[in-house]
């Protein structure tokens, strides 16, 4: 199991990680992004951008990078820089299949990205992961099952995923949605041989959206290592857009709204590794704070009052536009 490496930092951010969601293509929906990205989005300059927040998190402590297929091309840039970087030799790489980017590297497209969770897709896209990362590939997983995924039935899938399991690759999913907690429940159910297919799990919760909670607490106690995406709710919860509630405990803490964000999650027990999804080395350093923000009684419980009903939570992002 990878992450046991990460067992065994010490470092404040052992417990963070970075996703390039945000920087492996032009377009995204995190709010902010005009500002953050400018007009120059070309190939070279968003490979050169993401050497430089690989560089700056691993300096930091940083040590695990997850990307995927349908991010661009952030499985390129990301073995690029591992290339590089052959001193990077104790972090942790996770992928995801399950999405292919259609976008053609434009920030306009009618859809961005096309999900299939078949056999055809997975056998189609490991191979172009492989070719790309190789064996510095650790985790692979199953992009935004939701509780209607084929990927939850088809046991020709679960089978070709526990071979490459026996080959020394993780295998996982990760989940979107309102009804995040039931897929996650449906995968923790799934078995080969008897024994459970997946190792790890990448959810969404947040302040505004934490309903995944006591399913993700499940899938610990059951051994999977929990992976939190989207903790800033795609922008909704950095400056200048987060909720009052939230910039009054930022000012409280003297640290940035990011930072505050992401620690509530931290104090999750469950919670193995939080992503940071920063496109500027600015916002990384400040997402990293997360690790030492002490937050008490009073002020979790004020932020606990920030929670959304799940459907209208992603109901809004949906509703987010690729800019």
């Excluded at 470092?11 to 990680?17: F, I």
């Excluded at 945000?22 to 500002?35: E, F, W």
């Excluded at 505004?208 to 106690?221: K, R």
Aim: proline residues 5%.
């Amino acid at each position: 199991m990878p992450f046991a490496r990460l067992a065994s930092a010490t470092t404040p951010t052992c417990h963070l990680g970075l996703g390039l969601a945000a920087v492996g293509r032009p377009g995204y929906i995190n709010l902010g992004r005009d500002h953050d990205l400018g007009e120059n989005r070309s190939v070279e300059t968003l490979r050169a951008r993401t050497h430089e927040l690989l560089d700056a998190a691993y300096a930091q402590g940083v040590r695990y990078f997850d990307a995927a297929r349908s991010y661009g091309r952030s499985e390129e840039f990301l073995a690029d820089w591992l290339k590089a970087r052959p001193d990077a030799d104790d972090i942790v790489v996770g992928s995801k299949w399950g999405y292919t980017y259609t976008a053609d590297w434009t920030t306009d497209a009618d859809r961005h990205e096309v999900k299939d969770h078949g056999l055809a897709t997975y056998e189609r896209q490991r191979a172009e992961t492989a070719e790309l990362l190789g064996d510095r590939l650790d985790l692979y997983q199953i992009h935004s099952v939701t509780p209607d995924s084929p990927a939850l039935t088809d046991k020709e899938l679960h089978a070709k995923l526990a071979e490459a399991a026996t080959q020394g690759l993780t295998v996982g999913f990760s989940t979107s949605g309102p009804a995040q907690a039931d897929a996650i429940r449906a995968a923790l159910a799934v078995t080969v041989d008897g024994e459970p297919l997946f190792r790890t799990v990448q959810s969404t919760y947040n302040a505004l959206e934490p309903s995944a909670g006591p399913a993700l607490a499940e899938a610990h106690d059951a051994g999977l290592t929990v992976i939190v995406k989207e903790g800033m709710a795609n922008g909704r919860l950095a400056q200048p857009h987060a909720p009052d509630a939230l910039k009054a405990v930022a000012a409280q803490t003297s640290l940035g709204c990011d930072a505050v964000a992401l620690a509530l999650i931290l104090r999750q027990p469950w919670a193995g590794v939080v992503l940071s999804g920063a496109a500027t080395a600015a916002q990384l350093a400040s997402n990293l704070h997360a690790a030492v923000v002490d937050l008490d009684d009073e002020q979790v419980e004020r932020l606990a009052g920030l929670a959304e009903e799940p459907r209208a939570y992603w109901e809004r992002r949906a509703g987010l536009p690729w800019h």
